[in-house]
């Protein structure tokens, strides 16, 4: 297989920081299309695989992916897109296109396992796959995604993680108009999940630790917000809610949301901590409620969230930065310290030497 050299961020292990380091890319096969990287949002999933907090880090690690380019170069058979066209790339490359969760477009729960676009096994090469964090990346053009025309770019970058994760769990529990929403943790996720419930017709309410976040929740579309660490405001809200979307990176009682359900009502788990969240029998028994997750989303459903987005001018709200302030965002972020996501300006690893 021939590959180029490619200029990236990233690390060779779980203690030390970000560095620029050299990466292999493949060459255009057939199919594939090779963007060249403008923008890539930094999601807390990027931290806690750089650092290994999820145990199955192969290093080097290349994060990001929440890739927003512009193709350079298409495959002989590719059909979809054009040398000059404004894609996006998520959490996925590959997956084996058979199985019963490929074929409904669940690519995500690719039962080999699909090809993250990092630190996954790559098809072709004998590394792992890496992420956003580089100059450009190969895809195979059915995993690349249409960029509605009216969105920032960099601010759509965020849509490609943050907003499918919070879309596809809020579509899949049916929320729209007459339900009350929770969302809980307002990070990059969580503020795409105010913005894309209040667009669904649903009434929101926002659950944060941070004052400083209080009065932007209600800019960002929230109906009501909760300073979640107050009990007493807390305890209006209990069996108040429908749906609780959960997006908080650390540990914290899962059991204080569960009760803010209704009969019958779900809490679904996007943020995924590296410790385990005890649930209480009783959290669940009382008022039948259930307790699950949600990991991202498939190809169709990520494409149908961004012309969703394209409708409603949903983009994130962002704080740019050059690759250089990674380890410094990275700090921020475990702060709760940006409103809402940082978007690298891939320009800045191209002109760095
Ligand atoms: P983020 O921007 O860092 O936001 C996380 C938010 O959680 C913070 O802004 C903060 O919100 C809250 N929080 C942080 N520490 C907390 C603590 N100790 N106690 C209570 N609340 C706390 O992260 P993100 O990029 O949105 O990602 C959130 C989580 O989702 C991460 O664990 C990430 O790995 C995971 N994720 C999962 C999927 C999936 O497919 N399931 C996809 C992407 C990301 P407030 O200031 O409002 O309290
Ligand atoms: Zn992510
Ligand atoms: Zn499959």
Redesign the pocket.
């Known amino acids: 297989m021939r590959t180029t050299s490619v200029k990236a961020y990233g690390t060779p292990a779980a203690e030390a920081p970000l560095n620029m380091l050299d990466i292999r890319r493949r060459t255009t096969t057939p199919h594939d299309v090779e963007i060249d990287i403008l923008y890539c949002g930094v ?3 990027d931290l ?1 695989t750089a650092r290994n907090e999820w145990h199955f880090t192969v290093y080097p690690c290349v994060p990001g992916h929440e890739i927003v380019g512009r193709i350079v170069r298409v495959g002989d058979h590719v059909t979809k897109f054009k040398v000059g066209d404004v894609v996006g790339v998520g959490c996925l490359v590959d997956s084996c296109r058979e199985c019963q969760y490929c074929r409904e477009g669940l690519e995500q729960f690719c039962e080999p396992g699909p090809t993250q676009t990092y630190n996954s096994p790559d098809k072709y090469l004998d590394t792992p796959t890496f992420g956003g964090y580089s100059e450009s990346v190969v895809v195979d053009e059915n995993y690349v995604l249409r960029i509605p025309e009216n969105l920032d770019l960099a601010a759509t970058a965020p849509l490609l ?2 907003g499918i ?1 919070t879309y596809s769990p809020l579509r899949h529990w049916n929320i729209g108009p007459g339900k009350k929403v929770g969302i809980v ?6 503020h795409m999940g105010i913005k894309i419930a209040k667009a669904m017709g649903a009434h929101v309410v926002a659950f ?3 004052a400083s ?1 209080f009065a932007e929740a209600q800019r960002l579309g929230a109906d009501e917000v909760v300073l979640s660490k107050d009990e007493e405001q807390m305890a209006a809200y209990r069996g108040k809610l429908h749906f609780i979307l959960d ?6 009682d899962i059991n204080a949301y569960l009760n803010l359900l209704r009969v019958d009502g779900s809490l679904a788990l ?4 590296e410790h385990p969240l005890p649930v209480a029998a009783f959290s669940v028994i009382m008022g039948r409620k259930s307790f699950s997750g ?3 989303g498939g190809i169709a459903e990520t494409q149908e969230m961004l012309d969703f987005c394209g409708a409603h001018n949903i983009t994130a709200d962002i704080e740019m930065i050059n690759i250089q302030q990674i380890n410094e965002a990275y700090e921020r ?1 475990l702060k ?1 310290d ?1 409103k ?1 996501r940082f978007v690298i300006d891939m320009n800045s690893l191209k002109n760095a030497s």
């Open positions: 999601c807390h999933s806690h993680c943050a994760t943790g307002i990070g990059g996720l969580g944060t630790t941070s976040k997006a908080v990176s650390a540990e914290h996007v943020g995924a901590p949600s990991m991202i972020l709760g940006v809402y």
